[in-house]
């Protein structure tokens, strides 16, 4: 199993700086980058921060001089699920991969300063943002690494593009979670075991 954490770099040890400039290649290639670093045009607001905690691999708490603590969702994002109670209290393990996904995003963005690209709010009142560590789109190098899937109902085109061709190209490689023979989807874990989404 195949995974990216360590270089101080970029989000991954020796070889996942190339497979993220391949990547960032082959959407440019394919019209869905113009620039290196683009950020999407549709985004409600920018806002920046800084990261106080990280409680899954999607839920941030980010402190902002202009707006304080605020509750944020990874947008177009679903990895594994963490270990938790479902409704009839009985304790599940979680799903292969999840709490890995929840310590990359943490080690990644732990008490560091980050922009996010606001899309409006989910029903827990938390902002769904596309969140930017410099030039690094956490959404994506989530996905990217195999940490995650796509969420089959995003409607934002200009986000589920990027993150479609990623979840392609970590499913051909066999990163993270597609290393597995048959990885479960989050949803369907959920379904199966009875569990509201977090």
Same mark, same amino acid.
């Given at each position: 199993?195949?995974?990216?954490?360590?270089?101080?770099?970029?989000?991954?040890?020796?070889?996942?700086?190339?497979?993220?400039?391949?990547?960032?290649?082959?959407?440019? $290639?394919?019209?869905?980058?113009?620039?290196?670093?683009?950020?999407?045009?549709?985004?409600?607001?920018?806002?920046?921060?800084?990261?106080?905690?990280?409680?899954?691999?999607?839920?941030?708490?980010?402190?902002? %001089?202009?707006?304080?603590?605020?509750?944020?969702?990874?947008?177009?994002?679903?990895?594994? *699920?963490? %270990?938790?109670?479902?409704?009839?209290?009985?304790?599940?393990?979680?799903?292969?991969?999840?709490?890995?996904?929840?310590?990359?995003?943490? *080690?990644?963005?732990?008490?560091?300063?980050?922009? $996010?690209?606001?899309?409006?709010?989910?029903?827990?009142?938390?902002?769904?943002?596309?969140?930017?560590?410099?030039?690094?789109?956490?959404?994506?190098?989530?996905?990217? *690494?195999?940490?995650?899937?796509?969420?089959?109902? $995003?409607?934002?085109?200009?986000?589920?593009?990027?993150?479609?061709?990623? *979840?392609?190209?970590?499913?051909?490689?066999?990163?993270?979670?597609?290393?597995? %023979?048959?990885?479960?989807?989050?949803?369907?874990?959920?379904?199966?075991?009875?569990?509201?989404?977090?």
């Amino acid at each position: 199993m195949r995974s990216c954490v360590g270089d101080s770099k970029l989000p991954g040890p020796s070889g996942c700086r190339a497979r993220q400039l391949g990547f960032m290649a082959l959407l440019a $290639l394919a019209g869905l980058l113009p620039l290196v670093g683009a950020r999407p045009a549709l985004a409600e607001a920018r806002l920046w921060g800084t990261v106080s905690a990280v409680t899954s691999g999607t839920q941030l708490t980010v402190i902002s %001089p202009d707006q304080g603590r605020i509750q944020v969702r990874l947008l177009g994002v679903d990895p594994p *699920e963490l %270990p938790r109670k479902n409704t009839a209290g009985v304790a599940l393990e979680g799903q292969p991969f999840g709490q890995q996904a929840a310590d990359y995003v943490r *080690e990644l963005l732990l008490e560091k300063q980050v922009q $996010l690209d606001t899309y409006g709010k989910d029903r827990a009142g938390r902002l769904l943002s596309v969140v930017w560590l410099g030039e690094i789109n956490i959404n994506l190098t989530l996905v990217k *690494e195999g940490f995650a899937w796509v969420v089959p109902s $995003l409607t934002f085109t200009n986000v589920r593009a990027e993150l479609e061709v990623a *979840e392609r190209q970590a499913r051909v490689g066999k990163y993270g979670l597609w290393a597995l %023979p048959d990885p479960e989807p989050p949803w369907e874990y959920r379904r199966r075991y009875k569990l509201t989404p977090e």
